[in-house]
């Protein structure tokens, strides 16, 4: 059943950090690797509401109502890439909604705000990973028309 009707989708504010966090959170347990959450609650607030912000966010939304406050039930944070190739970018660090509320469209509302975001900051594209045995995600994405790219290799150095 899709209840993208009572779900609103607006940006992420400095109140949100905490839930999203506990989102992060939930993500890592699914992602079987929940000791690899580091940052702190004070630098993602910083590093995404601070003077300098190094990333934005979509937030959905349950919206308040009559006996109960707003709920958040998931989130989108993206940040600018940029390819010497392609110019800007948006590069799509996670999605992620509330295990109760997946499969009912709330990750369809954000992927598309995120769509209309880089074509409205007129981005050559996106870009995101996804593992490679997430299958509910993989077949989200090929809804998209979104291109599979195997010939790359992840590489990262941790400081």
């Known amino acids: 059943m899709m209840v993208t009707t009572t779900v609103k989708v607006r940006p992420a504010q400095r109140s949100d950090a905490a839930e999203m966090m506990s989102l992060i959170r939930e993500l890592a347990l699914y992602e079987k690797a929940p000791e690899q959450v580091t940052v702190t609650e004070e ?4 590093s995404g509401f601070g003077a300098q912000p190094v990333w934005w966010a979509e937030v959905a939304v349950v919206p308040a ?6 709920q ?4 989108a944070l993206y940040y600018v890439r940029y390819s010497t190739w392609k110019g800007q970018r948006m590069y799509l660090e996670d999605i992620v909604v509330r295990e109760a509320w997946r499969g009912k ?10 769509i209309a975001t ?3 900051r007129r981005f050559s594209g996106m870009l995101w990973q996804v ?4 299958e509910p995600a993989i077949a989200f994405y ?3 028309g979104a291109q599979f790219d195997n010939s790359w290799i992840n ?5």
């Open 43 to 46: 630098h993602f607030i910083e």
């Open 65 to 70: 109502s009559e006996d109960r406050e707003e």
């Open 72 to 75: 958040i039930i998931g989130f």
């Open 105 to 114: 469209g709330i990750g369809g509302l954000l992927m598309d705000k995120l």
């Open 118 to 120: 880089a074509r409205d």
């Open 131 to 134: 593992l490679d045995w997430n």
């Open 142 to 144: 090929r809804k998209y």
């Open 155 to 159: 590489v990262s150095l941790e400081l």
